[in-house]
């Protein structure tokens, strides 16, 4: 099946943006199916109040924020109340007290002038006499209003004031002395709102027991339990503080995965459906975070793709090949470990290992190039810790990831450049080795406890899976190549053989062709390499570049061995198309044969439009009006590098052969001119070929003549030699 074909007719409906996204879209739909089972999350249909009819385990690990809210609550509910002591406050009612002493002090000692008229004769003397006590009560409350803070007039008796009023000097000093150190002492202790009344009750003691006056100890008591005040405040936002810090402390109450959530036949309470519903275990409550996390996966994965082929320098229809034949490369992987998974669901423990993890990545360095096969086995790697999850509890399988990365790398390292078949199953039986030495450390490093019998389906498996990847890369290998038309290297190291069907009609048929096509390809490898273009390809192109002249043996020079030239005998017109029919004779041998598009184009291409100068100029002298272009190869012109070097080594090894015994400087010649009439003539027009390029592969070709057509030592003739030892001897 040639899906090469296919794919050119939906290209021909279909722009290449439109036609890469469908193929984006048709790998990221069948990724998302292939996955879906393993990462959709399981369901139970279970009902309030109703009997488990199974045992549940918690798939994941998930905070229970309700249970969080509750624990943090309770922790802020027992954090006390903070408190802040404030010194200051004892010193400002002492302050306080000590003013209402001496406002009434001062107060005591004003007084008015009167007038006294008890001797009219001598002259009106006044004398100062002290206010009444009404008066002085006035005076007092009046300052204590205009230079206290506090409304204490509002808060003391009258009484009380009048009792300080009239108490002498001596008294009130004392009483003073003695509230203010009382004062002093209780506040200089934590006194809170709740504590208030038992301190106004301690001062009161204090002040009862200093022995002062009776008409005194009382004012004092007042003015005592007046001055005692709490010091010690409730501070609410220091203490909603407090709380939020205790409850940034608590630590959230998490499910965890494995956690046993309802044992079979146990009630489901409202809690435990709480928790079912908050896992998303419930039909009825179904939760699509794993589903959003696979379709993240599938984006990084298309991401990753679409990243590397926009980046990818090849013709937009050869990149789109290499973007199918990966795409489907991918699918089958995915395939085979789908229905590996599924046969490990079924009690066929550890089959997971048996998976040619290799097989892609190989197939992938084959057919496209070892940079995409590195990214192939990393994607193939996680792909599979999906897959081969170990149930519920466990969404990815680490131990199956590493696995399948290392036999990845190992079948794209030990794959050697020249992939031939043996080559593939040697790497086979290297990708065996490391899944072993892979699977023991895995096994060595962890914790379980395995039977004999465990470890030998281990190292079945670990060596089947190399194997298989062989096996299987060796035979979807032709079905890749023919499908998509691929040149790989293989393919072309089996085209080379020199039992194919057409190399073995070539040599036995046109011998002179066969050793010439031999020579060019060697001219043609060296320097394709040279400039770093494919010399495989130049080779075996080489090979096959001149099979149309197995149609007429006789009519091209190299094969005329001790018979007359036949054009000698010819119109040049009849020798004309003789000549110029064996690029498309070539062309429609080889497409018969079902060769590589690359093979069949270099036999068309390998003259391109350059003119038959021989038989041109022949025809010239009959007559003067001929069209050059009747007498030029149909084409067309070389279009990569490979097709213009064999065009140019074809000519140079034609010309140099010619010559009987050509000096170095006698090819540097032949080669330079050929190279030139060539470049002169327009024939590498529609290739990538540089000038540059071009000098280095005259270079190449010079050293690789220089090394066939080297002088050597004349040796004399048998007889001569006889009688040239006879000399010697005698």
Known sequence: MNFHKYISKIRSFLSYKVFTGLIFCILALVLLIILYHNMKPETYDMELFSVADTTIRSPKTIEDELKTKEEQEKAASEVEKVYVFKKEIAQNRVSLISSIFDFVSETNHESVKVQDNSDSDEKDEAKEELLPLQERLKVLKAKLTKNVSEDITNSIADSILISLLQTNPEDLQSTKNTVIYNVETVMNSKIREEELNEAKNQIADKIKGASLPGSLEDSAVELSKYAI???????????????????????????????????????????????????????????????????????????????????????????????????????????????????????????????????????????????FALIMTTILAVCGSIVFHEGISNPLNIEIAIYILFSGLAGVL???GRNERNHILRAGIFVSCINLLIITFLVLGGSGQFVATEYFYYVIFAVSSGLLSSVFTIGLLPFFEAGFGILSTMR?????????????KLLTETPGTYHHSVMVANLAESACEAIGANGLLARVGCYYHDIGKT?????????????ENPHNQLPPETSRDIIIAHTTDGAEELRKHKMPKEIV????????????????????EKDKDLQEKDYRYPGPKPQTKEAAVISMADSVEAAVRSKSHPTPEQIRSLVHSIAQDKLLDGQFSECDITLKEIEIVKSAFCETLNGIFHSRIEYPDIKQQKVIDRGITN
């Open 229 to 371: 005040v709490p010091n010690d405040i409730y501070d609410p936002e220091l203490t909603e503080e407090r709380k939020k810090q205790v409850m940034t402390e608590v630590e959230p109450v998490k499910i965890l995965q494995g956690q046993l959530i309802v044992q079979e036949g146990q009630l489901i309470d409202r809690d435990t459906y709480r928790q079912l519903e908050l896992l998303g275990l419930l039909k009825s409550n179904p939760t699509i975070k794993p589903l959003i996390g696979l379709g993240i996966f599938v984006i990084l994965v298309i991401g990753a793709i679409y990243i590397y082929f926009s980046r990818l320098v090849l013709p937009e229809d050869k990149k789109q090949n290499y973007l199918i034949l990966s795409s489907l490369i991918f699918i089958c992987s995915l395939i085979v470990m789908k229905i590996i998974g599924l046969m490990e669901a079924a009690n066929l423990q550890e089959i997971a290992y048996l998976f040619p993890a290799a097989m892609a990545p190989m197939l992938i360095k084959i057919l496209m190039n070892e940079r």
């Open 414 to 416: 030990f794959l050697s």
């Open 492 to 504: 072309l190291i089996e085209l080379s053989n020199p039992n194919h069907p057409l190399l073995k």
């Open 551 to 563: 149609k007429r043996p006789p009519f091209f020079i190299e094969n005329q061995l001790n018979i």
């Open 601 to 620: 184009d270099i036999a068309e291409q390998h003259h391109g439009t350059s003119l038959l100068k021989f038989f041109y100029f022949k025809a010239k």
